[in-house]
């Protein structure tokens, strides 16, 4: 059964002095782990200026619960399950490339014909495509979850282990599949709360691309971290004297292994 999420209709009726509770439902699993973390992820830790302060799971029949969600001030507290933070870098990133998004110039002395290689970069003596290095558009980002232990043990460590170095197979956090790469997970018991489970994991988003120009060759799609090389080929240029490199063939390759993010237990929601 798909995984539903609403809020109720009374949810926001009776006003509160020092903050706020949401009502919520949610159906489609009757595993109380599953819908605390999925219930983790789809309400927003922040609302009207307050911060969520707590979260509360009661059965409502088959495959339903009720959830309250708890608002209030930012207050300095012993860490809770449920608690979270974010924080995320765009710097930093390069990539190589052999391909130029266009040429705009191409310079050679009077009475000679200029070579064109289709946006082929750095084409050397001996016919090879050198390339060059330049920015890359980086965002990367870390999620800090306080998970409680007795629910997130070893059997989860070794569960979510399984998933370092490998792309989300679905939407997550906005993104769309094969764009998002788990690179690192940190985690352990908490030292000012035993029974809290203290873990970050370490993403990287690679953008998707769609109707790439390639020399004379049209990609429809590279998704975000499959790779993208060009097989090029010695043809006679225009005025027949001299060969030049050209673009014949483009590959996109899948490299990484896709997964369930959902099995992170953090819910696959923007926060």
């Given at each position: 059964?798909?995984?539903?999420?609403?809020e109720r209709p009374t949810s926001r009726e009776t006003p509160e002095e020092s903050g706020k509770t949401l009502h919520y439902g949610l159906?489609?699993?009757?595993?109380?782990?599953?819908?605390?973390?999925?219930?983790?992820?789809?309400?927003?830790?922040?609302?009207?200026?307050?911060?969520?302060?707590?979260?509360?799971?009661?059965?409502?029949?088959?495959?339903?619960?009720?959830?309250?969600?708890?608002?209030?001030?930012?207050?300095?507290?012993?860490?809770?399950?449920?608690?979270?933070?974010?924080?995320?870098?765009?710097?930093?990133?390069?990539?190589?490339?052999?391909?130029?998004?266009?040429?705009?110039?191409?310079?050679?002395?009077?009475?000679?014909?200029?070579?064109?290689?289709?946006?082929?970069?750095?084409?050397?003596?001996?016919?090879?495509?050198?390339?060059?290095?330049?920015?890359?558009?980086?965002?990367?980002?870390?999620?800090?979850?306080?998970?409680?232990?007795?629910?997130?043990?070893?059997?989860?460590?070794?569960?979510?282990?399984?998933?370092?170095?490998?792309?989300?197979?679905?939407?997550?956090r906005g993104f769309p599949a094969k764009s998002v790469l788990l690179e690192d997970i940190d985690g352990g018991q908490s030292l000012k709360?035993?029974?809290?489970?203290?873990?970050?994991?370490?993403?990287?988003?690679?953008?998707?691309?769609?109707?790439?120009?390639?020399?004379?060759?049209?990609?429809?799609?590279?998704?975000?971290?499959?790779?993208?090389?060009?097989?090029?080929?010695?043809?006679?240029?225009?005025?027949?004297?001299?060969?030049?490199?050209?673009?014949?063939?483009?590959?996109?390759?899948?490299?990484?292994?896709?997964?369930?993010?959902?099995?992170?237990?953090?819910?696959?929601?923007?926060?």
């Amino acid at each position: 059964m798909a995984i539903k999420w609403w809020e109720r209709p009374t949810s926001r009726e009776t006003p509160e002095e020092s903050g706020k509770t949401l009502h919520y439902g949610l159906s489609g699993t009757d595993n109380d782990v599953l819908a605390y973390s999925l219930a983790l992820g789809y309400s927003p830790a922040l609302y009207a200026g307050l911060y969520r302060t707590g979260l509360s799971l009661t059965p409502g029949g088959h495959l339903l619960w009720y959830v309250e969600v708890e608002y209030g001030p930012k207050q300095k507290k012993k860490p809770e399950a449920g608690d979270f933070s974010w924080n995320f870098t765009t710097g930093g990133a390069t990539k190589h490339i052999t391909q130029s998004l266009s040429t705009t110039g191409r310079y050679v002395p009077d009475g000679k014909t200029a070579a064109n290689h289709k946006g082929a970069i750095g084409v050397n003596e001996n016919g090879d495509v050198e390339g060059c290095n330049v920015p890359d558009q980086g965002f990367k980002w870390t999620e800090n979850w306080k998970l409680l232990l007795a629910n997130y043990g070893f059997t989860y460590s070794a569960t979510i282990a399984a998933l370092k170095g490998t792309y989300n197979d679905a939407t997550f956090r906005g993104f769309p599949a094969k764009s998002v790469l788990l690179e690192d997970i940190d985690g352990g018991q908490s030292l000012k709360a035993p029974e809290i489970l203290d873990i970050t994991f370490h993403f990287d988003h690679s953008k998707p691309a769609a109707n790439l120009t390639v020399g004379d060759i049209t990609v429809p799609s590279k998704p975000g971290w499959d790779y993208l090389w060009v097989e090029y080929q010695a043809t006679e240029d225009a005025s027949g004297k001299r060969l030049v490199r050209r673009p014949i063939q483009v590959n996109v390759e899948k490299v990484i292994e896709e997964s369930d993010f959902s099995l992170l237990g953090i819910g696959t929601d923007p926060l």
